[in-house]
């Protein structure tokens, strides 16, 4: 039987159309890129970085401007870091 890592990730958007990301109520730590994913927004440059770690988004929620996102990856796949 497989046994699961889960992490959350919110994003929490501002009037204007800006946005914070935070990994288990942490702020995020956003890799820097170069090449096409360099101008992308801090929320895809995050997400494409869990995706090269091994997390698969299972879930996303929302509550006005605040976005939940649940990622899950097979326990022992690497660390929980988001």
């Given at each position: 039987?497989?046994?699961?890592?889960?992490?959350?990730?919110?994003?929490?958007?501002?009037?204007?159309g800006?946005?914070a990301?935070?990994?288990?109520?942490?702020?995020?730590?956003?890799?820097?890129?170069?090449?096409?994913?360099?101008?992308?927004p801090?929320?895809d440059?995050l997400?494409?970085?869990?995706?090269?770690?091994g997390?698969?988004?299972v879930?996303?929620a929302?509550?006005g401007?605040?976005?939940?996102?649940?990622f899950?990856r097979q326990?022992?796949?690497?660390t929980?870091?988001g």
């Amino acid at each position: 039987m497989n046994q699961w890592d889960y992490l959350r990730v919110e994003v929490k958007y501002g009037e204007l159309g800006s946005h914070a990301c935070y990994v288990d109520g942490d702020p995020a730590d956003i890799p820097v890129f170069e090449g096409v994913l360099a101008t992308r927004p801090d929320r895809d440059r995050l997400f494409h970085d869990l995706g090269t770690r091994g997390w698969e988004l299972v879930s996303c929620a929302t509550l006005g401007r605040n976005w939940e996102y649940m990622f899950k990856r097979q326990r022992g796949a690497g660390t929980h870091n988001g």
